[in-house]
């Protein structure tokens, strides 16, 4: 007695659909340069995003609403004298993000409430202290203003005097 086997899934009659192009982000230019991170970082009003920058590291700042083509000269976040590895938004503030660098420093940046107009290149705070690239920054899911930043070995990297 010969029986067909066939595995049941729910998920077997299931299409997906793609977005049309004024619904996603289009021409970004996401930094290659990352080490152990996602390259973008997301809360309920922005998404940020590591970008290629020259003379140092920068991020885009996008409101969710602002979808399509992302023009060239839109502003960034773009304070780092090294390339920018990681982000992370403040689990507790949608308009704070911290970001770890090459430069050996942690930012913490306030995002203006409309996002970015101008280019943002003054920081709220500058955590200075580790003798390495800075290649993890995370918030802490419960306690405020508890921030995690992780180095790692690198020869290049020259701390601030």
């Known amino acids: 007695m010969l029986r067909r086997v066939v595995r049941q899934s729910k998920f077997r009659h299931v299409f997906g659909q793609a977005l049309k192009n004024d619904q996603c982000y289009d021409d970004i230019r996401v930094s290659r340069v990352t080490w152990d991170s996602a390259f973008c970082a997301v809360n309920p009003k922005f998404v940020a995003i590591i970008v290629e920058a020259i003379g140092g590291g ?4 996008l409101p969710l609403q602002k979808t399509g083509r992302i023009d060239k000269t839109y502003p960034t976040v773009c304070g780092h004298t090294g390339q920018v590895l990681d982000i992370d938004w403040c689990p507790h503030n949608d ?15 306030q ?3 409309n996002g970015l107009e101008n280019p943002l290149s003054e920081p709220t705070v500058v ?13 802490h899911p419960s306690a405020h203003n508890v921030l995690l930043s992780a180095a790692g070995p690198v020869e290049n990297c020259t701390p601030p005097c």
């Open 58 to 61: 920068a991020f885009l700042v």
């Open 95 to 109: 308009y704070v993000i911290a970001s770890g660098s090459e430069d050996c420093m942690v930012m913490i940046w």
């Open 111 to 113: 995002i203006p409430e």
């Open 127 to 139: 955590l200075e202290g580790h003798s390495k690239r800075v290649g993890i920054v995370s918030w």
